[in-house]
């Protein structure tokens, strides 16, 4: 009776997959059952997310998809009649209790990755999401392009990134903002009249764009970290703004100092040393944290980079900064982004999260500025190249021009070893 009443609800809904601008507008004829999940920021901020589950009990999987990604979170464990729903890679959770037919849901989302763990309302009840719908004709505004968005501007912390659109099927609109330390993953949203309103989310960042437009080349308006930040932002269309070159960011102030990894956690709790001079082969070092969505994208990258390049020569290793002081769940965070997420190369808890403590491993750099920072070394022990931050697949070209300078830097290096 269940799943028929679903599966009437289904059919209804099909009929307005034409209004949704997440993935699940792709599989039509999946056999998936959609949700909508209001996550309740603060008192007058609330994001609303799609998500589907593979089966109506409490064994099926949550699919959330968040504008052109999607990713799936399993049942943990349950607890009375709460059931703990895993982020993938992630230390967050949905903590829920269904109604007798599944027919509603109540619980937390909880977030483990800060200092102090931080939990958010949800509510889940059968619908698909749907937003305001225009024909292309209709729409007055094309926000596709690149654009200098600052952030408070005018004050001391003034901060300019890039935002990168594309605006299709009428007022529907994607992209990310692209700053000097990563960026901001899959923003998605829509028009309506001269507003516009974008968001993403993931288990550790909840992110809304609310913005007035001002013609096809300007808005104002801003942007919403979690329920507590909110930052004041304008922007103009410019195609030609580029942020600082990484050049200038993260750089060598000791060109000849070798690297040495001292005193590294395995997974296993095990301490170990690395001398990249004495290993001899060419090293991609990633200085990450499981508590960074960045992170998860970079890693996605090098697993498809060792798999490319690892037989000619190419050792990739992560170095895990991570929440806290507990070094056992420190290392259980890693095992499971290493599980979740299926990586290929070595990871090592490094120590706590912060920056000063992965610039102690490298005093031939003049500090580590971002989360993910990665590191290429030469055969010798020597850094190379240095990437500061990381731009994922959200924004479009900027991503495939970067894998592009990865290949191209990682091809040259090992040249240069194999002529040695």
Same mark, same amino acid.
Request: charge should be negative; include cysteine; aromatic fraction near 12%.
């Given at each position: 009776?269940?799943?028929?009443?679903?599966?009437?609800?289904?059919?209804?809904?099909?009929?307005?997959?034409?209004?949704?601008?997440d993935?699940?507008?792709?599989?039509?004829?999946?056999?998936?059952?959609?949700?909508?999940?209001?996550?309740?920021?603060?008192?007058?901020?609330?994001?609303?997310?799609?998500?589907?589950?593979?089966?109506?009990?409490?064994?099926?999987?949550?699919?959330?998809f968040?504008?052109k990604?999607?990713?799936?979170?399993?049942?943990?464990?349950?607890?009375?009649?709460?059931?703990?729903?895993?982020?993938?890679?992630?230390?967050?959770?949905?903590?829920?209790?269904?109604n007798?037919?599944?027919?509603?849901?109540?619980?937390?989302w909880?977030?483990?990755?800060?200092?102090?763990?931080?939990?958010?309302?949800?509510?889940?009840?059968?619908?698909?999401?749907?937003?305001?719908?225009?024909?292309?004709?209709?729409?007055?505004?094309?926000?596709?392009?690149?654009? $200098?968005?600052?952030?408070?501007?005018?004050?001391?912390?003034?901060?300019v990134?890039?935002?990168?659109?594309q605006?299709?099927?009428?007022?529907?609109?994607?992209?990310?903002?692209?700053?000097?330390?990563?960026?901001?993953?899959?923003?998605?949203?829509?028009?309506s009249?001269?507003?516009?309103?974008?968001?993403?989310?993931?288990?550790?960042?909840?992110?809304?764009?609310?913005?007035?437009?001002?013609?096809?080349?300007?808005?104002?308006?801003?942007?919403?970290s979690?329920?507590?930040s909110?930052?004041?932002?304008?922007?103009?269309?410019?195609?030609?703004?580029?942020?600082?070159?990484?050049?200038?960011?993260?750089?060598?102030?000791?060109?000849?100092e070798?690297?040495v990894?001292?005193?590294?956690?395995?997974?296993?709790?095990? $301490?170990t040393?690395l001398?990249?001079?004495?290993?001899?082969?060419?090293?991609?070092?990633?200085i990450?944290?499981?508590?960074?969505p960045?992170?998860?994208?970079?890693?996605?990258?090098?697993?498809?980079?060792?798999?490319?390049?690892?037989?000619?020569?190419?050792?990739?290793?992560?170095?895990?900064?991570?929440?806290?002081?507990?070094?056992?769940?420190?290392r259980?965070?890693?095992?499971r982004?290493?599980?979740?997420?299926?990586v290929?190369?070595?990871?090592?808890?490094?120590?706590?999260?912060?920056?000063?403590?992965?610039?102690?491993?490298?005093?031939?750099?003049?500090g580590?500025?971002?989360?993910?920072?990665?590191?290429?070394?030469?055969?010798?022990? $020597?850094?190379?190249?240095?990437?500061?931050?990381?731009?994922g697949?959200?924004?479009?070209p900027?991503?495939?021009?970067?894998?592009?300078?990865?290949k191209?830097?990682?091809?040259n290096?090992?040249?240069?070893?194999?002529?040695?």
């Open positions: 009776m269940r799943n028929a009443i679903f599966g009437i609800l289904f059919t209804f809904l099909n009929g307005f997959l034409g209004h949704t601008q993935n699940f507008a792709s599989r039509p004829n999946s056999a998936l059952f959609p949700y909508i999940a209001e996550i309740q920021l603060n008192d007058r901020l609330q994001i609303n997310v799609t998500a589907a589950f593979s089966s109506i009990n409490e064994k099926g999987l949550i699919i959330i968040n504008g990604e999607e990713y799936q979170l399993s049942v943990k464990k349950r607890i009375g009649d709460t059931l703990i729903y895993q982020f993938p890679a992630q230390d967050a959770e949905w903590r829920i209790a269904f007798e037919d599944f027919s509603e849901a109540r619980g937390w909880v977030n483990y990755n800060k200092k102090v763990p931080v939990r958010y309302p949800v509510h889940l009840y059968p619908g698909l999401r749907t937003l305001p719908n225009s024909t292309a004709a209709s729409i007055p505004f094309d926000l596709t392009g690149r654009w $200098k968005v600052v952030f408070q501007p005018g004050t001391a912390n003034e901060e990134l890039v935002g990168v659109f605006q299709e099927r009428g007022n529907f609109v994607y992209g990310s903002f692209l700053s000097e330390t990563g960026d901001y993953r899959f923003l998605h949203g829509y028009v009249g001269n507003q516009l309103h974008l968001q993403t989310y993931t288990g550790y960042w909840a992110f809304v764009v609310e913005a007035t437009l001002k013609g096809d080349n300007e808005m104002e308006g801003v942007f919403y979690g329920g507590k909110s930052t004041a932002f304008k922007a103009m269309k410019d195609e030609t703004v580029q942020l600082r070159d990484e050049a200038e960011l993260t750089y060598l102030i000791k060109r000849d070798r690297v990894l001292n005193n590294l956690s395995k997974l296993n709790g095990r $301490k040393n001398d990249l001079a004495k290993n001899g082969q060419v090293t991609l070092i990633q990450m944290g499981t508590w960074c960045n992170c998860i994208d970079e890693a996605n990258l090098l697993k498809e980079l060792h798999a490319a390049y690892g037989k000619q020569g190419l050792e990739i290793i992560a170095l895990g900064f991570e929440v806290g002081t507990d070094t056992k769940k420190q259980s965070r890693l095992k982004f290493v599980k979740d997420l299926q290929n190369y070595p990871v090592y808890l490094a120590g706590t999260s912060s920056k000063e403590a992965a610039a102690a491993y490298f005093p031939m750099l003049n580590i500025m971002s989360f993910p920072t990665s590191i290429l070394v030469d055969e010798q022990g $020597k850094i190379i190249a240095i990437h500061t931050g990381f731009s697949p959200a924004t479009g900027a991503y495939t021009e970067l894998v592009n300078k990865y191209q830097e990682i091809e290096a090992l040249e240069g070893a194999n002529a040695d």
